[in-house]
């Protein structure tokens, strides 16, 4: 895998540099042929006006083409620069280095059901290793689903079909995400309001666009033929004010139509090369069958257009030329209107699909980057939850051991023990994080995994809080409260408890945290604790239907200690603090 990302990065590379040197010596032509140009000029005005006008014509003609030719070659160096980086931030990626990549911190919150406990977002993320959005609503609509995780089982199968699509269209993803890139700029949800509101004046009668094509064409004849005088001048300049005047009295209307896509035509000419990459892709979506019809670029591009000549209008030039000679904010208001009688029914639905593909491209990135992971397979029974060789999405495949998990089809808690550092926590988090995948629609860390979607309540990292007078055990029975709160109003919930009731003495603790089982199992929940308790476990006797052991071990070889990371059946009958309390000389 690194091997084909880095032959992509090298490529591009070299384009960005063959582009570079293009851009440089278009720059050299360009002044070279206005030097050139200006010097022959001047030599020819001493012999021949013609000849001089002939040479400002070509020199004029070749110096705009150097000056078209060196845009586009800015244009390409940008995008293999910006696709070169792509491509080398992926192989940093394989590496578990997702810097390159937006973490989501925005959408911390200690208090959701799972997120903070199982670091969904933040620096080092599971979302940071999935997103690879383009834009702000598809970064948004990513995290909506982290957040609230998929629990219809028709709809995360739609999503699993559709991601797949784009698997090997590795150059479309890479484009996607490139143009996100050039084009920094985003378009509000009240612009998106605005652009399916419909509302028409200019358009309403014909008049406009015949005033249009009369004072128009009248202005521009009169101008020429007063000019050989042919006709008087004051008949252009009363045609070139009436102009002015409509414009004018129209002012009002022209601002409140061009405030609708003023200053975003950077925007929109990234919808516009978003639409074109994945109008572009062969394979399209049953739900956006749109696409297929490939309009939507055109109309993005046609609207950028709109945008920008709105935008000129605040040009000295356009302002006082353009006006009273072009009609031009009535032309511009022509041409908008038409834009959004032929589209404003249709935009809200563009960006929905816009938003979706830039969540399916980041699924399909994931799996691309992973063959090893197995798509999971969801089920309607309740209390599924089964996996071949699961491990956490986090660790480097070189230093991930993997385990399986096991859930029967009733209500079932795992007691987990195990001395500390031998990976209980690290296994909790490993079926956290891998059933939020399951549920995004996404590929897992797993050789097979089977599941059924449910809501998932975690109590893995409480905090305290000065500020608001909580401590870290009171923090923790406030966790614990929410759960017994929501099963008692009649949810399932798969819960993930790491040491339970750490903030008490051991005897507390216990009878605390037996009792708290004993309960669970009155209702429609199943889950995994890991607890130091030992004894905890001895529930698995009372309750050999419902609650059972697991653990993991350790071994002494000589001095040394040795972790394994295997799940196993049983209570833990290992401890290590005080060995290594001892081995650090913090005690005798």
Same mark, same amino acid.
């Given at each position: 895998?690194?091997?084909?990302?880095?032959?992509?990065?090298?490529?591009?590379?070299?384009?960005?540099?063959?582009?570079?040197? /293009?851009?440089?010596?278009?720059?050299?032509?360009?002044? *070279?042929?206005?030097?050139?140009?200006?010097? *022959?000029?001047?030599?020819?005005?001493?012999?021949? !006006?013609?000849?001089?006008?002939?040479?400002?014509?070509?020199?004029?003609?070749?110096?705009?083409?150097?000056?078209?030719?060196?845009?586009?070659?800015?244009?390409?160096?940008?995008? $293999?620069?910006?696709?070169?980086?792509?491509?080398? $931030?992926?192989?940093?990626?394989?590496? $578990?280095?997702?810097?390159? =990549?937006?973490?989501?911190?925005?959408?911390?919150?200690?208090?959701?059901?799972?997120?903070?406990?199982?670091?969904?977002?933040?620096? %080092?993320?599971?979302?940071?290793?999935?997103?690879?959005?383009?834009?702000?609503?598809?970064?948004?609509? *990513?995290?909506?689903?982290?957040?609230?995780?998929?629990?219809?089982?028709?709809?995360?199968?739609?999503?699993?079909?559709?991601?797949?699509?784009?698997?090997?269209?590795?150059?479309?993803?890479? %484009?996607?995400?490139?143009?996100?890139?050039?084009?920094?700029?985003?378009?509000?949800?009240?612009?998106?309001?605005?652009?399916?509101?419909? #509302?028409?004046? =200019?358009?309403?009668?014909?008049?406009?666009?015949? !005033?249009?094509?009369?004072?128009?064409?009248?202005?521009?004849?009169?101008?020429?033929?007063?000019?050989?005088?042919?006709?008087?001048?004051?008949?252009?300049?009363?045609?070139?004010?009436?102009?002015?005047?409509?414009?004018?009295?129209?002012?009002?209307?022209?601002? /409140?139509?061009?405030?609708?896509?003023?200053?975003?035509?950077?925007?929109?000419?990234?919808?516009?090369?978003?639409?074109?990459?994945?109008? %572009?892709?062969?394979?399209?979506?049953?739900?956006?069958?749109?696409?297929?019809?490939?309009?939507?670029?055109?109309?993005?591009?046609?609207?950028?257009?709109?945008?920008?000549?709105?935008?000129?209008?605040?040009?000295?030039?356009?302002?006082?030329?353009?006006?009273?000679?072009?009609?031009?904010d009535i032309l511009m208001n022509l041409k908008f209107e038409k834009w959004q009688k032929q589209y404003s029914k249709e935009v809200s639905r563009w960006f929905e699909i816009i938003t979706e593909y830039d969540f399916l491209f980041?699924?399909?990135?994931?799996?691309?980057?992973?063959?090893?992971?197995?798509?999971?397979?969801?089920?309607?029974?309740?209390?599924? *939850?089964?996996?071949?060789?699961?491990?956490?999405?986090?660790?480097?495949? #070189?230093?991930?051991?993997?385990?399986?998990?096991?859930?029967?089809?009733?209500?079932?808690?795992?007691?987990?023990?195990?001395?500390?550092?031998?990976?209980?926590?690290?296994? !909790?988090?490993?079926?956290?994080?891998?059933?939020?995948?399951?549920?995004?629609?996404?590929?897992?860390?797993?050789?097979?995994?089977?599941?059924?979607?449910?809501?998932?309540?975690?109590?893995?990292?409480?905090?305290?809080?000065?500020? #608001?007078?909580?401590?870290?055990?009171?923090?923790?029975?406030?966790?614990?409260?929410?759960?017994?709160?929501?099963?008692?109003?009649?949810?399932?919930? =798969?819960?993930?408890?790491?040491?339970?009731?750490?903030?008490?003495?051991?005897?507390? /603790?216990?009878?605390?945290?037996? %009792?708290?089982?004993?309960?669970?199992?009155?209702?429609?929940?199943?889950?995994?604790?890991?607890?130091?308790?030992?004894?905890?476990?001895?529930?698995?006797?009372?309750?050999?239907?419902?609650?059972?052991?697991?653990?993991?071990?350790?071994?002494?070889?000589?001095?040394?200690?040795? =972790?394994?990371?295997?799940?196993?059946?049983?209570?833990?009958?290992?401890?290590?603090?005080?060995?290594?309390?001892?081995?650090?000389?913090?005690?005798?």
């Amino acid at each position: 895998m690194k091997n084909f990302y880095q032959k992509r990065a090298e490529f591009y590379t070299q384009e960005y540099e063959k582009y570079k040197i /293009k851009e440089r010596n278009t720059n050299i032509f360009r002044g *070279l042929t206005f030097l050139i140009g200006t010097l *022959l000029a001047i030599i020819a005005a001493n012999f021949s !006006l013609p000849i001089m006008f002939g040479i400002i014509l070509i020199s004029t003609v070749v110096f705009l083409s150097f000056v078209q030719k060196n845009a586009r070659f800015h244009d390409e160096k940008i995008f $293999n620069f910006q696709m070169a980086q792509v491509n080398k $931030n992926e192989i940093k990626a394989l590496d $578990n280095d997702n810097s390159a =990549f937006r973490d989501g911190k925005e959408f911390l919150d200690k208090g959701h059901n799972f997120s903070f406990d199982l670091d969904i977002f933040g620096d %080092k993320s599971i979302f940071q290793k999935v997103n690879r959005c383009a834009t702000k609503p598809g970064y948004e609509f *990513l995290a909506e689903k982290f957040i609230n995780p998929e629990k219809n089982i028709s709809k995360i199968l739609e999503i699993q079909k559709n991601s797949q699509l784009f698997e090997k269209e590795v150059d479309a993803r890479q %484009k996607f995400i490139v143009y996100g890139k050039i084009f920094d700029h985003e378009i509000t949800k009240e612009n998106i309001k605005n652009l399916s509101q419909e #509302e028409y004046f =200019f358009t309403k009668t014909p008049l406009y666009k015949i !005033l249009s094509c009369v004072l128009i064409s009248a202005t521009i004849i009169t101008i020429l033929l007063s000019a050989y005088d042919f006709l008087s001048p004051y008949i252009p300049l009363a045609l070139f004010l009436v102009q002015q005047s409509i414009v004018l009295i129209n002012e009002k209307k022209t601002k /409140k139509f061009s405030s609708k896509i003023e200053d975003n035509t950077q925007a929109l000419k990234k919808y516009f090369h978003l639409f074109d990459t994945i109008e %572009k892709i062969d394979a399209v979506p049953e739900k956006f069958s749109e696409i297929k019809d490939k309009k939507i670029s055109s109309a993005m591009k046609s609207l950028a257009n709109i945008a920008q000549k709105y935008e000129q209008r605040h040009n000295f030039i356009f302002a006082i030329f353009g006006q009273g000679i072009f009609f031009y904010d009535i032309l511009m208001n022509l041409k908008f209107e038409k834009w959004q009688k032929q589209y404003s029914k249709e935009v809200s639905r563009w960006f929905e699909i816009i938003t979706e593909y830039d969540f399916l491209f980041s699924l399909a990135n994931l799996k691309f980057n992973n063959p090893n992971w197995c798509l999971p397979i969801p089920c309607e029974e309740k209390y599924v *939850l089964e996996a071949k060789n699961a491990g956490h999405p986090l660790i480097k495949n #070189e230093k991930c051991v993997r385990n399986d998990i096991h859930f029967s089809t009733c209500n079932y808690l795992i007691i987990l023990t195990g001395a500390n550092m031998a990976g209980k926590s690290t296994y !909790l988090r490993t079926i956290g994080t891998n059933l939020i995948l399951s549920q995004l629609g996404a590929v897992v860390c797993a050789e097979s995994f089977k599941f059924s979607p449910v809501e998932l309540f975690t109590s893995i990292r409480n905090n305290d809080s000065v500020q #608001e007078n909580q401590s870290y055990f009171f923090a923790e029975l406030k966790r614990l409260e929410q759960i017994i709160q929501r099963l008692q109003s009649g949810e399932t919930l =798969f819960i993930i408890i790491d040491e339970m009731l750490r903030g008490t003495n051991s005897k507390d /603790k216990h009878e605390g945290s037996e %009792k708290f089982v004993k309960k669970l199992l009155n209702y429609s929940c199943y889950g995994i604790f890991a607890t130091h308790d030992i004894g905890i476990g001895n529930l698995k006797d009372i309750y050999p239907q419902n609650v059972t052991a697991k653990c993991f071990e350790i071994s002494f070889q000589g001095d040394d200690l040795i =972790f394994d990371y295997k799940l196993k059946d049983g209570i833990s009958q290992n401890l290590n603090a005080s060995y290594l309390m001892k081995k650090m000389k913090i005690i005798d």
